[in-house]
């Protein structure tokens, strides 16, 4: 199945700037969608930002659309978040996430990592 670990987490100040990366083991991710999700406590899991296995599509959560960029790195079989102009309402556990090209579900998860955005 491979492993995703998620990197590049932290406590920041409202308005500035994180970017967060996420490398895959064990299969390689040019043949994968790819997927930025988050979870705040209380709340349900929800998507941020996702790449097509070609990266020529991307797709964003309205709330982080200009603010918030995925891209990835087929060389280093990762994909990154950066993430501008962070708002307290950004704090929340972030999650990559993987499914096979054209596949109905993610189903290739990280183990997330923390951001938090003081005021």
């Not at 043949?31 to 797709?59: M, Y």
């Amino acid at each position: 199945q491979g492993q995703l670990v998620e990197s590049g987490g932290g406590l920041v100040q409202s308005g500035g700037s994180l970017r967060l990366s996420c490398v895959a083991s064990g299969f390689i991710t040019m043949n994968f969608d790819l997927a930025w999700f988050r979870q705040a406590p209380g709340k349900e899991r929800q998507f941020v930002a996702s790449i097509t296995w070609s990266g020529g599509s991307t797709s964003y959560l309205n709330s982080v659309k200009g603010r918030f960029t995925i891209s990835r790195d087929n060389a280093k079989n990762a994909v990154l978040l950066q993430m501008n102009s962070l708002e307290p309402e950004d704090t929340a556990m972030y999650y990559c996430a993987a499914r096979v090209r054209g596949g109905a579900e993610y189903n290739r998860w990280g183990q997330g990592t923390q951001v938090t955005v003081s005021t």
